[in-house]
């Protein structure tokens, strides 16, 4: 661990958290459209799934965010899954995203998870060579419709 990482910490965002308006806008840089009256919504909404926000502050600063729930289903019995990744453009390539990615691997083991995964837009390739280079493989394709 480097030493600008050694201040740097884990801690699960309650929706009510004051540091989110620190978090906020390292999400907005993976999901632009989120406001903070949409991400209101998510968390109330997502709250009874299981939806957790996880962040990375290093200080008062945050570097890094991830949205995750575990969730049972057919293929995996039991898995965490990762809706939203983002480490802030300018703190890439200095570890906090792998430290996030331990800490959600870490959380998975505990409540006895069988994978760990997550969904990543076919353009994000820098994105896909950091999951890559953390030992994760890519086993599916996702398909998605929109609707309205």
């Known amino acids: 661990m480097s030493d600008e990482m050694r201040s740097a910490v884990c801690v699960d965002l309650a929706a009510a958290d004051e540091r989110w308006s620190?978090?906020?806008?390292?999400?907005?840089?993976?999901?632009?459209h989120?406001?903070?009256?949409?991400?209101d919504q998510v968390l109330h909404e997502?709250?009874?799934q299981g939806l957790t926000f996880t962040a990375v502050?290093?200080?008062?600063?945050c570097v890094a965010v991830a949205g995750w729930?575990?969730?049972?289903n057919t293929s995996a019995i039991r898995k965490l899954h990762v809706d939203d990744l983002s480490t802030s453009a300018?703190?890439?390539?200095?570890g906090y995203g792998r430290m996030?990615?331990?800490h959600l691997r870490e959380r998975a083991i505990d409540a006895g998870c069988h994978v760990l995964d997550l969904d990543s837009g076919v353009q994000r390739f820098a994105?896909?060579?950091?999951?890559?280079?953390e030992r994760m493989d890519i086993v599916s394709h996702h398909f998605a419709q929109r609707l309205g």
Not at 57 to 61: K, L, Q, S, T, Y
Not at 69 to 72: C, G, S
């Open 22 to 32: 620190q978090a906020l806008p390292v999400l907005q840089e993976l999901r632009p």
């Open 34 to 39: 989120l406001s903070a009256e949409l991400l």
């Open 46 to 48: 997502g709250a009874p």
């Open 57 to 61: 502050f290093e200080g008062e600063r």
């Open 69 to 72: 729930r575990i969730i049972a």
């Open 90 to 94: 300018s703190e890439r390539s200095r």
């Open 100 to 102: 996030l990615l331990d």
């Open 127 to 133: 994105a896909h060579r950091f999951y890559v280079r």
